[in-house]
């Protein structure tokens, strides 16, 4: 039921906003040599090129189950 009620919800998602706040240095960068986000155990959060690259992943995949 569940699964029936995302791909129901996902019909209306065509779009989103992501925020950063840009005041704020990232001491990581995010590369080839960054951790998976499982293996993520650094105590400060993932840089926010690391979120965008896997909500664009995660965002392709689902497209291309749509």
């Keep these: 039921m569940q699964r029936y009620l995302l791909h129901l919800a996902t019909h209306d998602v065509v779009g989103f ?3 950063d706040d840009e005041s704020k240095t990232e001491s990581h960068i995010f590369n080839l040599d960054s951790p998976r986000p499982a ?3 650094l105590e400060d959060n993932p840089p926010y090129s690391y979120y ?3 909500t664009y992943a995660n965002m392709t995949v689902l497209n291309h189950l749509r």
């Design 39 to 41: 293996n993520w155990t």
């Design 17 to 19: 906003d992501s925020v």
């Design 52 to 54: 965008l690259y896997y």
